[in-house]
């Protein structure tokens, strides 16, 4: 079995940080992408980045300067800096890898933003 397990959710004032982490674990053969999505309160879930095993990334235009997304291929964890949040970044943030032969997704970690 593999595990996604994302950490470092939690409350910060508008402008403020966070980082967010995702470890995979269990009978891993090969993580190739990893990413962070994220789902606000009545809305669909989107992407926020992604990196390729190689380190190359893709960010939402909406978090471009802002968020940096990051791994580490020795300890299958993937990273997300976020700084400057804003409130409607508020929401469920939820990690995705493509480990062995699919997609797997953790279960999520809160991030709220006040105003």
């Known amino acids: 079995q593999v595990q996604l397990v994302e950490s470092g959710g939690g409350l910060v004032q508008s402008g403020g940080s966070l980082r967010l982490s995702c470890v995979a674990s269990g ?22 980045a992604t990196i390729t095993r190689g380190g ?15 791994r580490d291929n020795a300890k299958n964890t993937v990273y997300l800096q976020m700084n400057s949040l804003k409130a409607e970044e508020t929401g469920v943030y939820y990690c995705k890898a493509f480990v062995n032969f699919g997609d797997r997704w953790g279960q999520g970690t809160q991030v709220t933003v006040s105003s």
Do not use: H
Not at 63 to 69: A, H
């Open 27 to 48: 009978s891993i053969l090969r993580v190739n992408d990893m990413g962070w999505y994220r789902q606000a309160p009545g809305k669909q879930r989107e992407l926020v």
């Open 56 to 70: 190359s990334t893709v960010y939402a235009d909406s978090v471009k300067g802002r968020f940096t997304i990051s």
